[in-house]
């Protein structure tokens, strides 16, 4: 009797649901992705709550179906016909009881309220589409039709060879037409940024600024239910606290941790590190639309000036390599040949000499306040470079702004001096150039240089007008050293992205381009 009972006594054990709390480093700007462009709104929403007709595989470095189950492209490369996959489920939440599946109406939706300004929904953006102004998707896509409920056929003005990774973009992610058309009706559409609905592997649950954002498990969801029944962003921007909360179990996962923190879980038996070379660039965005940063004279002195290999040593503990220029050294089309600026404080007194500045300048650095992958400690950075500059002659200004704000103002152009990161989506050479350099990309304020040349942006599109991939990365060596000329940067370092898990975490794997999976992650 006794023995039969013990099944009894467990099972409420055994049927309690699994919550993974996972301690991320700030708030998402917002949940309708397509107007951000910050990895903390797109790990919060695109990658959690929505798909994209293609995913980029990046463990086998390939595109792979997604919400499309398979493509066909036409001979010139103008014609792309997507399959929808059938009886994909939109989420179900207490805001929203989708009628039907998804079908070719939410593809069309999704992307046609970025780029049709007549679209009802084009002006719900406040600050419009930066990534697909960035790449130009406006110019680039001719038309974009259904055949049928279950096919989407986009034709394009041009041939371009990023368009299909593009695709894979968190921007790209397809929203509900239904649910669209429900809250235009009552006059909410801004909703769809609060409380979203997507096809994602969890569902929306409520967010809470600067606290926790919080998901269950989409049991719909068509690549299968979620290894864990809900989810919790926790909201901690301080590392040190990341990494108690880790040691607590009040989190199973913490991300963008410290170099120092994760030497301190290599010696710790309840942990364990998981990492990969980060397709990643830090950077001190220099706005040439600012005098005197418009001289290419002052931008390269601000290069020659910084001691980066102290840099490195003192934020990143060793545990990144050292940038040249804005490619990672696993970029197909990395110039490794290229060198960058060495420390000659010397030299840049000579070029602001040159520049009329003998006597210096006055000007600030942004950065944020909290630590991230691509930035572990902000104010350490600022400060050495503050130092270094001051010794030229530069007297810099600190300026420490909340990292949603530090975003939205940066966008504007109001900096002078930047801390920012880049992590590219795809693994193609395109996904740096297009958002960072081009001229539409000022229009639209991920160009954090402020700079456009005719030069360059030719330089660009002709990138994209070939498949040959060869003939793409003699291309991109000439545009990597002009930008390398014009010293639009200062680029500081390559991490190694490495996230600390508790011993009980299965099926977590750090992705190169900082994207969130959770989709297969146990207790």
């Known amino acids: 009797m006794r023995l039969a009972a013990l099944p009894l006594l467990f099972a409420p054990l055994l049927s309690q649901a699994a919550t993974l709390s996972v301690c991320s480093e700030a708030s998402p700007e917002g949940f309708d992705v397509v107007q951000y462009n910050s990895l903390t709104t797109t790990n919060a929403a695109a990658d959690l709550l929505m798909n994209r007709l293609v995913e980029f595989d990046a463990a086998a470095g390939k595109l792979v179906p997604g919400l499309a189950e398979r493509w066909e492209v036409s001979a010139d490369g103008l014609h792309y016909r997507f399959s929808l996959r059938p009886g994909v489920q939109f989420h179900h939440t207490d805001y929203f009881t989708p009628s039907r599946p998804l ?3 939410d593809v069309l939706f999704s992307f046609q309220r970025m780029l049709d300004p007549a679209h009802p929904w084009h002006k719900v953006a406040k600050s419009g589409y930066p990534h697909a102004q960035s790449m130009q998707l406006p110019a680039l ?10 096919q989407v056929v986009f034709t394009l003005n041009h041939a371009d060879a990023t368009f299909l990774a593009t695709l894979s973009m968190g921007f790209a992610s397809i929203y509900s037409a239904e649910y669209a058309a429900q809250l235009l009706q009552a006059g909410t559409p801004e909703r769809l940024n ?7 592997p969890f569902v929306f649950k409520r ?9 269950s498990a989409n049991a719909e969801y068509f690549a299968g239910k979620p290894a864990v029944d809900g989810l919790v962003l926790a909201i901690t921007p301080d590392a040190n606290v990341r990494l108690q909360k880790l040691k607590r179990g009040e989190c199973q996962i913490a991300l963008s941790p ?7 879980a290599r010696q710790d038996a309840a942990l364990r590190i998981s990492e990969t070379p980060a397709f990643m660039t830090a950077f001190v965005g220099i706005n040439s639309q600012h005098p005197p940063l418009d001289k290419p004279q002052v931008r390269q002195a601000i290069n020659l000036a910084f001691d980066k290999a102290s840099y490195l040593k003192a934020v990143f503990e060793d545990s990144a390599t050292p940038a040249s220029g804005p490619y990672p050294p696993n970029t197909w089309s990395y110039a490794k040949e290229l060198p960058g600026y060495p420390h000659d404080p010397a030299k840049a007194k000579a070029l602001l000499a040159e520049a009329g500045l003998a006597n210096g300048f006055k000007t600030t650095i942004w950065t944020r306040p909290s630590g991230s992958l691509l930035n572990p400690n902000p104010a350490l950075g600022a400060q050495l470079l503050q130092a270094d500059l001051a010794k030229v002659g530069i007297q810099a200004e600190i300026r420490v702004i909340e990292w949603g704000e530090l975003i939205r103002r940066a966008k504007a152009g109001e900096h002078d001096l930047l801390f920012m990161g880049w992590a590219g989506d795809n693994g193609d050479p ?15 304020g991920l160009n954090f240089a402020r700079y456009c040349d005719p030069q360059l942006d030719q330089l660009i599109t002709a990138c994209k007008a070939t498949a040959d991939q060869a003939a793409r990365s003699a291309l991109y060596l000439k545009a990597q050293t ?7 940067w200062l680029p500081l370092a390559h991490p190694t992205a490495f996230t600390l898990l508790r011993s009980n975490v299965q099926g977590y794997r750090s992705n190169p381009f900082g994207r969130l999976d959770l989709s297969r992650v146990s207790l």
């Open 103 to 105: 079908n070719a109406d």
């Open 141 to 150: 896509i001719q038309s974009i039709t259904k055949d049928g409920e279950q």
């Open 194 to 200: 609060s409380a979203p609905v997507g096809t994602g």
């Open 207 to 215: 967010f809470q600024k600067d606290a926790a954002v919080r998901y």
């Open 258 to 264: 410290k170099p120092l923190d994760v030497q301190a």
């Open 430 to 444: 395109d996904n740096f150039l297009t958002p960072q350099f081009s001229c539409a990309s000022v229009q639209s």
């Open 482 to 488: 002009l930008i390398q000329q014009q010293a639009l």
